[in-house]
């Protein structure tokens, strides 16, 4: 899957890169979306959900939660999940500053006189943040449906995201896209890493005596 996604994005960025007709018909839907009637306050309080101010103290406040129950119970390495999604969020912008200065692709419409705007830095902080914090809580001990509603949940939340960036003509949809790819393969990294951290789940009670 990491490699599927990485040449989900490597054809993407080439196509940004040579103009062809993935990017002529994203500009298309870019337009469109950012002329729909959707109410630009909302559209603009889901963009801000990408903004490090409100997504990083998120993944801290998770990160402080699981490292706390790990250590109270005893979890062997009890440090490292947090430590792997601080890591994460911290080589976003060592992955997406490089990138945007070499594509350098133009901005929307509302954007003009700027370019460096492929792949999204918002979407890219908000994937990691809110995916990160996700794959930390799948430890405590949660119900199958309560597992289902966190994956939902982060899903929707960057969904919002992008949404919102796309509608107030801050971003193309193709960069939110690719930011969505690139953060794909690095949090299915991170899923590895954290895994399922044991000491943080109920106990198994065993077979009834």
């Not at 890169?17 to 559209?43: H, I, K, Q």
């Not at 801000?48 to 409100?54: E, H, I, T």
């Not at 914090?133 to 309560?146: D, E, F, I």
């Not at 509608?167 to 939110?176: I, T």
Request: aromatic letters at 8%; proline letters at 9%.
């Amino acid at each position: 899957m990491p490699a599927l996604g990485a040449l989900l994005f490597a054809l993407c960025t080439w196509q940004v890169v040579a103009g062809g007709p993935l990017r002529r018909a994203d500009e298309r839907l870019g337009r469109a979306v950012a002329g729909c009637g959707f109410p630009e306050g909302v559209a603009e309080f889901l963009a801000d959900l990408g903004n490090a101010s409100v997504a990083l103290p998120v993944l801290v406040a998770v990160i402080a939660l699981v490292t706390w129950r790990g250590r109270r119970a005893g979890a062997p390495r009890w440090w490292l999940p947090g430590a792997a999604c601080a890591l994460a969020l911290a080589a976003v912008p060592a992955l997406v500053v490089p990138l945007k200065a070499a594509v350098g692709r133009p901005g929307p419409p509302g954007m003009a006189g700027h370019d460096g705007f492929y792949p999204s830095g918002h979407t890219a902080t908000a994937a990691v943040a809110y995916g990160a914090a996700a794959l930390l809580l799948r430890a405590l001990p949660l119900s199958s449906y309560g597992r289902l509603a966190l994956l939902v949940g982060c899903a929707a939340l960057n969904l919002a995201v992008g949404f919102g960036l796309v509608r107030r003509g801050y971003h193309w949809p193709l960069d939110v896209v690719a930011s969505w790819l690139l953060c794909g393969v690095l949090l299915q990294v991170v899923a590895v890493v954290v895994g399922r951290p044991r000491g943080l789940t109920a106990p198994d009670p065993g077979p009834p005596g």
